[in-house]
């Protein structure tokens, strides 16, 4: 009777004693693992597809004018519009429309121009707002895995009248400082992806400026195009 007293004095002293098995580092950032991978997975996808988009889309401005400019300079302008058709971007297709709309006097070029910058710019900023919905999200979401932390934390002291294994503790405590790190990570790298990805929207959109006067001053006024 006594040793079985004294070995259930002992057990609670055991098991407090004995550490839990080390967390993965996934694991260690408890129930906010799956909407943080979905969020930074997401991030990273939209990145990398834009970027590949502005890539493809963003041309030497200055070389296609002066290839064009050469070419109505000689009143071609079907080799004008097969250039155009020949080269990717906005750039190009603002141009091209400038050109088709030529007969129309420089009133129907401008609304030409206008068209095709309504239809192209919605397209270069597309999916841009979920980068930038993302970097004000992560953190919340980083925030809400540390109050789980915390909750686990105080849950365990209730359950133990004020008393908790040191390794129970700790397993809460890491899940809220990594999750707060992953929210944090994410949001970081969201920002700067949204801000390098509007940099390359914006010198786009100045390139289809400079295009639109100049192919305006070549297609409406053609004398100044002849000049050597």
Not at 30 to 58: C, K, N, T, W
Not at 198 to 220: F, P, Q, T, W, Y
């Amino acid at each position: 009777m006594l040793f079985g007293s004294m070995l259930a004095q002992a057990a609670p002293a055991l098991d407090a004693a004995v550490p839990l098995a080390e967390p993965g580092f996934l694991a260690r950032f408890g129930v906010m693992l799956v909407p943080l991978l979905v969020v930074s997975g997401s991030m990273i996808a939209i990145a990398v597809d834009r970027y590949l988009f502005y890539h493809r889309e963003q041309i030497n401005a200055v070389e296609f004018l002066a290839g064009v400019r050469n070419v109505l300079r000689r009143d071609n302008v079907v080799e004008a519009i097969s250039i155009c058709d020949a080269t990717p971007g906005p750039v190009s297709r603002l141009v091209k429309a400038a050109i088709l709309a030529r007969d129309g006097g420089r009133e129907r070029v401008d609304e030409a121009i206008e068209e095709v910058g309504l239809v192209e710019v919605p397209r270069l900023e597309a999916r841009l707002n979920v980068l930038a919905t993302i970097g004000q999200i992560a953190p919340l979401i980083g925030l809400l895995g540390t109050l789980f932390g915390f909750i686990g934390v105080f849950h365990d002291l209730q359950a133990g009248g004020g008393f908790a294994a040191p390794a129970h503790l700790f397993r809460h405590l890491w899940q809220s400082l990594y999750s707060a790190a992953g929210g944090l990570g994410v949001a970081i790298l969201s920002h700067a992806s949204y801000n390098f990805l509007v940099g390359r929207v914006n010198a786009i959109v100045l390139d289809m400026e400079k295009a639109s006067a100049e192919a305006l001053r070549l297609v409406v006024d053609p004398a100044n195009s002849r000049k050597p």
